[in-house]
C-alpha cells in the first residue's frame, strides 16, 4: 500500500494549463479504471473533482479533465483561475480480494 | 442536500481510546458504502477504513489494523470509528466520506490530537 507519486508543486499564470501526474504501480493505478481526484483548500475538506480516471461529478467545471496511460493517471486544468489554487491529490482504488484507496502525496496548485 | 458531520475528535494521551460519530443526512444511508480518511497536520490523505452498506465487510488500514474498529447504524443514518491504543502517529483530522471506488461526499473532519 505504497503512497502514489505525485509533483510537490507545480504553478502556472490564469488562462493556462497544467498537468498534475500521478505515478502508481500494476497493482493499482495500472490495474484498475479507477483513478479519482480531489481538491482541498485550506482548512477545508477534500472535493471530488474527477472519478473513475476521466469523469467528472456533476457541477465540477469542465476546465477539469482526466486521463490515465499504463501506471500514471494525469489531472489536467485548462484555463486556470486563481480559485483553483489548492492542493490536488489523486486517488486509487484496489479492489477484488482486499480493499484500499491509496492516495498520492498531495500537488500544492499556485496560480502566480 | 448531502451532508456529513463528524464528531468526537479531541485530546486523547497515548494508550487512550476515542469513538468518532459521523452523523448522514440528505440520502439514504443504508444504500452507501463509507469510509475514514485521516489526515495528518500539513501531510496527506490516508485512507483508513471502509464499511459496506450492510455493515457485513470490512476493511483497515495495516496502520489501524487491530485498533480501530469500524461499525455503523442505519437506523441511526450514523457511521463510528472506535479507536483503542491510540498513538501520536494517529493524530490527525479525521473524514468520513461516502463511496466505494471514490468519496464524492465528505464531512468536514474531526480533530484527533494524541498527546500526553
Known amino acids: 500500500q505504497s503512497a502514489l507519486t505525485q509533483p510537490a508543486s507545480v504553478s502556472g499564470s490564469p488562462g493556462q494549463s497544467i498537468t498534475i501526474s500521478c505515478t502508481g504501480t500494476?497493482?493499482?493505478?495500472?490495474?484498475?479504471?479507477?483513478v479519482s481526484w480531489y481538491q482541498q483548500h485550506p482548512g477545508k475538506a477534500p472535493k471530488l473533482m474527477i472519478y473513475?480516471?476521466?469523469k467528472r461529478p456533476s457541477g465540477v467545471s469542465n476546465r477539469f479533465s482526466g486521463s490515465k496511460s499504463g501506471n500514471t493517471a494525469s489531472l489536467t486544468i485548462s484555463g486556470l483561475q486563481a480559485e483553483d489554487e489548492a492542493d490536488y491529490y489523486c486517488?486509487?482504488?484496489?479492489?477484488?480480494?482486499?480493499?484500499?484507496?491509496?492516495f498520492g502525496g498531495g500537488t500544492k496548485l499556485t496560480v502566480l | 442536500e448531502v451532508q456529513l458531520v463528524e464528531s468526537g475528535g479531541g485530546l486523547v494521551q497515548p494508550g487512550g481510546s476515542l469513538r468518532l460519530s459521523c452523523a448522514a443526512s440528505?440520502?439514504?444511508?443504508?444504500?452507501?458504502?463509507m469510509n475514514w480518511v485521516r489526515q495528518a497536520p500539513g501531510k496527506g490523505l490516508e485512507w483508513v477504513s471502509y464499511?459496506?452498506?450492510?455493515?457485513?465487510?470490512?476493511y483497515y488500514a495495516d496502520s489501524v489494523k487491530g485498533r480501530f474498529t469500524i461499525s455503523r447504524d442505519n437506523a441511526k443514518n450514523s457511521l463510528y470509528l472506535q479507536m483503542n491504543s491510540l498513538r501520536a502517529e494517529d493524530t490527525a483530522v479525521y473524514y468520513c466520506?461516502?463511496?466505494?471506488?471514490?468519496?464524492?461526499?465528505w464531512g468536514q473532519g474531526t480533530l484527533v490530537t494524541v498527546s500526553s
Open positions: 466520506a461516502r463511496g466505494r471506488v471514490a468519496g464524492d461526499y
Open positions: 440528505g440520502f439514504t444511508f443504508s444504500s452507501y458504502e
Open positions: 464499511i459496506s452498506s450492510s455493515g457485513s465487510t470490512i
Open positions: 486517488c486509487s482504488y484496489a479492489g477484488s480480494s482486499i480493499f484500499y484507496w491509496v
Open positions: 473513475e480516471v476521466s
Open positions: 500494476s497493482s493499482d493505478v495500472g490495474s484498475y479504471n479507477l
